[in-house]
């Protein structure tokens, strides 16, 4: 009896004395479960601001029709953001990226594009708009008056 508690002594200092093995991560470095679940909340919280946010861009884009297409794109957006963000609280944060794409949809609604006016970070269908815009404004300087 005394050999075996001898030796599982023994066993139990070996065992420790070697250093542990370098710890990998669970999760890629893309996928943080904890900014994915406060991004499910965050989410659920402001996802009623894509409703005035595409109002504002179809609005501008579209003046008779804006309304229309803005409530129906805001609609659409807040119901994308609102099944992603109960998948990101119902799996835990685990979900990673996602859906979720810088240009087109980020993960939180102040990322999007909301300005139709502003003159960096366009999206391709704006930056169309801004050029036919600024073409006219420079047609419009080169009429000549009559004064």
Known sequence: MKKIIAFVLILCLVTSAVPPEKVERIYPNE?????AYTRGFVNIGTLWLELPRNLIL???????FGLLTGCMKG???SGARICLSFADIFMLGTTG???YNPDT?????WNSYWNPYAMTNLPPEYAIMKAEADERES?????ESSY
Request: glycine letters at 0%.
């Open 58 to 64: 179809d609005v501008n884009k579209y003046p008779f």
């Open 75 to 77: 609609v659409y957006f």
């Open 105 to 109: 949809f980020p993960e939180y609604v």
């Open 139 to 143: 047609d419009s300087d080169n009429i």
């Open 31 to 35: 996928i943080n479960p904890l900014h």
């Open 97 to 99: 990226p996602s859906a």
